[in-house]
Every structure is written in structure tokens, then in C-alpha cells.
């Protein structure tokens, strides 16, 4: 068990540049989320795919994000022309309902820093 | 609206001390509670206590209890060590849909030898 890894760890760009990120899950994880944290907050929630079908989306998900998961397996999140305040630490978490009553397993995180 | 408060923001105590972190939670329709520890700049990891009844669940140092009367969960730590330091963050899991999960906003915690 590998766990869930996230790429890149921290991303630093430019006010109106597109960003992308990676989420490799635990492998047998059917479950895949996606969170954003600001300093001193809890995470919140992005989006939830259930293998490749993307299932729910919060409404903080703007039409400047959107996420994918075309095989069931890994997963992208990207942001179109950031704005600063999307500075944040996007995490990234899978599940699987066998395992521990769907307990979600972390990734590290990436941190955006839009300047 | 779904919250879950937690308390103190913060906390400083001395290695070796206990300490109780607090949880208030309105959330429904509530499956269960987890309590997850989270270094700075890394992801939340589960301290593997989940409580959905009224209980109290304990995994070495930690022992998180549960009232679902008062909707009110601690999460009690024993003999504190520095690299207890961390934040730790009340997680309420909805009994709905995906089961979509509420976070506090933490108690950050300061083991000072």
C-alpha cells in the first residue's frame, strides 16, 4: 500500500496562468475526492468521483475548474485562469466502501501559491 | 447549514501532560465521527477512532468519546510527546448520498518540551 500520492507538491504561478494537478489514489480505491484548504480552515469539498463517473460537485467548484478521471484511476484537477484567491492546498483523498466503513486516505497535498 | 466547531483554536501544553480537544457538531442526518491529525503542509491521516453511538473508542494515547445527545465528541490525549504537535481536525461523515464528510477548522496543538 502505497498510498495516495499527489503531484505537484507545491505549484507556484501566475494570475491568469492554467494549472493542472495529479491524484494517483491507493489502487483497489474506487472512490476518488478532491478538497481545497485555506490556512487555518478544515477542508472543504470539491468533487467526488465514483470510478470514472464524476458524481457530485460542490458549487465552489467554479466553471474555471473542472476534474476528470477517465480511467477510474488517476485523476486531474485543473484551473483556468487562476485568480489569487484561488491560493490554496488542494488535497486529494480515495476510499473504497470495504475498507474501514469508506474511510478517506489523504494524499500530501499540492499547494498553489497564484501570484 | 451542516458546522462542526471545534475548540480551543489552539493549545499549548507541556510534553508528558494530557489534553482534551472539543467537537460540536450539527450535522444531519450524521453516519459517524472521526477525529484525523494533520501535520503542517501534509494531508489529514486518520487516527483509526471512528464513533457513531454514544461511545468512547481509544487507539493507544487517543480516546475520543461520543454524545449524540448533545452532539458533542473529545478527543482526549494521554502523556503527550513533541511530535504529537499538529492540528487536529473533528470529522462528521453525512448519512446521505455520498456520505459526504464535514471538517472542523482544527485545534492546533503545541507539545513544548
Known amino acids: 500500500d502505497t498510498g495516495v500520492s499527489q503531484d505537484p507538491r507545491h505549484k507556484i504561478t501566475k494570475r491568469g496562468q492554467n494549472v493542472t494537478f495529479r491524484c494517483d489514489p491507493i489502487?483497489?480505491?474506487?472512490?476518488l475526492y478532491w478538497y481545497r484548504q485555506t490556512l487555518g480552515q478544515g477542508p472543504e469539498f470539491l468533487t467526488y468521483?465514483?470510478?470514472?463517473?464524476?458524481?457530485?460537485k460542490s458549487r465552489l467548484l467554479s466553471d474555471r475548474f473542472s476534474a476528470e478521471r477517465p480511467k477510474g484511476s488517476f485523476s486531474t484537477l485543473e484551473i483556468q485562469r487562476t485568480e489569487q484567491g484561488d491560493s490554496a492546498m488542494y488535497l486529494c483523498?480515495?476510499?473504497?466502501?470495504?475498507?474501514?466503513?469508506?474511510?478517506?486516505?489523504f494524499g500530501p497535498g499540492t499547494r498553489l501559491t497564484v501570484l | 447549514k451542516n458546522q462542526v466547531e471545534q475548540s480551543p483554536q489552539s493549545l499549548i501544553i507541556l510534553e508528558g501532560k494530557n489534553c482534551t480537544l472539543q467537537?460540536?457538531?450539527?450535522?444531519?442526518?450524521?453516519?459517524?465521527l472521526r477525529w484525523y491529525k494533520q501535520d503542517t503542509g501534509r494531508g489529514p491521516v486518520s487516527l483509526k477512532i471512528?464513533?457513531?453511538?454514544?461511545n468512547t473508542k481509544s487507539n493507544g494515547r487517543y480516546t475520543a468519546t461520543l454524545d449524540a445527545d448533545t452532539k458533542q465528541s473529545s478527543l482526549h490525549i494521554t502523556a503527550s510527546q513533541l511530535s504529537d504537535s499538529a492540528s487536529y481536525i473533528c470529522?462528521?461523515?453525512?448519512?446521505?448520498?455520498?456520505?459526504?464528510?464535514?471538517f472542523g477548522t482544527g485545534t492546533r496543538l503545541l507539545v513544548s518540551p
Open positions: 483523498a480515495s476510499s473504497s466502501y470495504s475498507t474501514d466503513h469508506n474511510e478517506q486516505f
Open positions: 489502487s483497489e480505491h474506487n472512490r
Open positions: 468521483f465514483q470510478n470514472e463517473a464524476q458524481l457530485e
Open positions: 467537537c460540536n457538531y450539527t450535522v444531519s442526518p450524521f453516519s459517524n
Open positions: 471512528m464513533t457513531f453511538s454514544e
Open positions: 470529522v462528521v461523515r453525512l448519512n446521505t448520498g455520498f456520505q459526504k464528510l464535514v
